[in-house]
């Protein structure tokens, strides 16, 4: 594809398909149309959508550019700021040194130590769903772990039981997910318009802020310092002694109930859905956990000696990323891969496709977890795989989703096989995460002993 040039220098090659097709490619099937751009072989390309420049990046040398050695020249883009409508100014949509400054305050709070602190929770809730679960039902299993991650969330990182609240959450997030779903004049139809569905979303998320409002106002009432992330934001301070006020706590608190549980959910559904094809991969994971655990609740030790649980769970994030894209802005102009791209240039990174390029995972299609050596791993390139991004805007929560998530996968083995009780091909959504746009179903049988 030959790439045209601009007084200032050479413009990337030209994305596949006329303005129509490329609109409708997105709205409709953006995977195959994502899927289509990788298949050029072109490392970067532009398209233009309306008064949009956008460029997709299919080359783990130029994301290290954007994400890692030029990132102070990036900032989030249009798409991920718009979020900020629900999330106001929290870890995610926040900038410059506002962000940096509140990325150091809740970073402990992620810590090792503090991981091995949650573990029990983790694993006891875990526990707790799998206890509810019957020998021979078919369940939506996507539906049980939304609720679970949820739970965990509440209880690890605000001491708080959230059970009687997830129906008001989930409510919320499927309102917000299917306004960032495709339909263009939706997602850019500002909030305050007051349509039907603005209505609907500004009225699920007043109730979020209700219950968190809840949560933050007894802790501040009983003044207690329990450890948690919510004493952490509570009791930080600046260097210069300043606290974060309610309505930066509002948005930090949403923004890690939001970001910290549909994903691992989906990571954990996707995982199933793939499991369930593979009966001998779960009978080799339940007798993992019954080596390395026992009869005991997993804990953070046992984290190191699950191995084929952790291959399993980066497999299937390698396949379904719960996040599928990640998006940045150019700041000022910039030279990326020798081509000149303007201030205000959209550039988007797909995981979806970078994590199926057949040059660094042969037969890319295929659920291989025994792919996931070490050696494997440090062959990788820089990038080549980035379920949780990368550069200092990587994902806050990676070893605290990847302990969970092994953890749970533990948990639910040990007791059941499960088998797929739907097609064997998934209807996908994606939207801001990549959903089972009809859940994932399986049927359970209960293992013996
Ligand atoms: C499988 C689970 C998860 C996946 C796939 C995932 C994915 C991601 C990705 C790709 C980003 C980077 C976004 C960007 O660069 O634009 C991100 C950021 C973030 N994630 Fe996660 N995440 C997961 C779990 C969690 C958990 C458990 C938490 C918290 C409890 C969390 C909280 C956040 C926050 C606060 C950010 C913004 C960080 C910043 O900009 O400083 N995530 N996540």
């Not at 413009?11 to 129509?20: I, K, L, N, Q």
């Not at 299919?58 to 409508?85: C, G, W």
Request: charged content about 25%; glycine content about 8%.
């Amino acid at each position: 594809m030959a790439s045209t040039s601009t007084r200032r220098g050479p413009r990337p090659p030209r994305a596949p398909g006329s303005f129509r097709e490329r609109l409708d490619a997105l709205r409709d099937d953006p995977l195959s149309y994502v899927d289509r751009l990788a298949a050029t072989g072109e490392p970067i390309l532009r398209l233009r959508i309306l008064n949009v420049h956008l460029y997709v990046l299919n080359d783990p040398a130029l994301i290290d550019e954007v994400l890692v050695k030029q990132h102070q020249r990036f900032t989030k883009d249009t798409y991920t700021r718009r979020l900020s409508e629900f999330l106001g100014n929290g870890l995610l949509t926040s900038q410059g040194s506002f962000w940096k400054r509140q990325r150091r305050l809740i970073q402990p709070a992620f810590h090792r130590k503090r991981i091995a602190g949650y573990t029990a929770e983790m694993s006891g809730l875990a526990e707790a769903m799998v206890a509810g679960w019957a020998d021979g039902e078919v369940r939506d299993v996507h539906s049980d772990l939304m609720a679970l991650t949820l739970e965990i969330v509440g209880r690890t990182l605000f001491g708080a039981d959230v059970t009687d609240r997830a129906a008001v959450v989930g409510e919320a997030i499927e309102l917000v997910m299917a306004r960032y779903a495709g339909d263009f004049v939706e997602m850019w139809t500002p909030l305050w318009v007051p349509t039907r569905k603005n209505r609907r979303i500004r009225a699920a998320v007043g109730r979020v802020d209700e219950a968190l409002h809840e949560i933050i106002g007894a802790r501040r009432r009983s003044g207690a310092d329990t450890g948690d992330l919510l004493s952490l934001l509570l009791h930080a301070q600046d260097e210069d002694g300043a606290r974060m006020n309610d309505r930066q706590l509002r948005d930090e608190c949403i923004t890690l109930f939001l970001a910290g549980h549909e994903t691992t959910a989906l990571n954990l559904s996707y995982t199933l859905f793939l499991l369930a094809q593979r009966p001998e991969i779960q009978d080799a994971l339940a007798a993992e956990v019954a080596e390395v655990v026992g009869e005991r609740s997993a804990g953070f030790d046992d984290l190191a000696g699950l191995r084929r649980c952790e291959q399993v769970i980066k497999e299937a994030m390698r396949l379904y990323p719960p996040a599928w894209s990640i998006g940045r802005e150019a700041l000022e102009p910039i030279e990326l891969g020798g081509y000149h791209l303007k201030k205000g240039a959209q550039v988007a990174l797909f995981m979806w496709s970078l994590h199926r390029d057949p040059r660094y995972f042969p037969e890319p299609e295929a659920f291989r977890p025994e792919r996931w050596t070490a050696e494997f791993e440090r062959a990788l390139p820089r990038h080549a795989y980035m379920p949780f991004g990368g550069g200092p805007r990587i994902c806050i929560g990676n070893a605290f989703a990847l302990a969970e998530a092994v953890l749970v996968l533990a948990a639910i083995v040990r007791r059941f096989r499960v088998e797929l009780a739907q097609a064997p091909t998934l209807a996908l959504t994606p939207s801001i995460t990549l959903r089972p746009r009809d859940g994932v179903r399986v049927r359970l049988t209960a293992r013996a002993g």
